[in-house]
Nanobody, 124 residues
Framework: QLQLVESGGGLVQPGGSLRLSCAASGFTMGYYTIGWFRQAPGKEREGVSCISSSGGSTNYADSVKGRFTISRDNAKNTVYLQMNSLKPEDTAVYYC?????????????????WGKGTLVTVSS
């Protein structure tokens, strides 16, 4: 059964850091483009970052550029999102998703498989 499981969320103070993990089971993640997305209360889901299957291409939302870093370890079937200098507006449920046929994480509706999300709360 194909599954994505996010972990690493939690409560952190502004300026702090978290590392999210997205672990895949039931398929070889190395063949997929992987994206991180987030959804804050009352807002639409938005793209945060995207990494190609090889890891050679990455992109970021303007709101997180310079603070977040996406990476992948295909041997471990896992993608990471290192989040530094966190702000209260980063508070959201963070999801990872996989796309088998595209090198892009856009549109969001085009992603093939989704995890259930992990909650990140940035608050003092």
């Amino acid at each position: 059964q194909l599954q994505l499981v996010e972990s690493g969320g939690g409560l952190v103070q502004p300026g702090g850091s978290l590392r999210l993990s997205c672990a895949a089971s039931g398929f070889t993640m190395g063949y997929y483009t992987i994206g991180w997305f987030r959804q804050a209360p009352g807002k639409e889901r938005e793209g945060v970052s995207c990494i190609s299957s090889s890891g050679g291409s990455t992109n970021y939302a303007d709101s997180v550029k310079g603070r977040f870093t996406i990476s992948r370890d295909n041997a471990k079937n896992t993608v990471y999102l290192q989040m530094n200098s966190l702000k209260p507006e980063d508070t959201a449920v963070y999801y990872c998703a996989a796309d088998e046929y595209s090198n892009s994480c856009h549109p969001i509706s085009g992603m093939d498989y989704w995890g259930k999300g992990t909650l990140v709360t940035v608050s003092s």
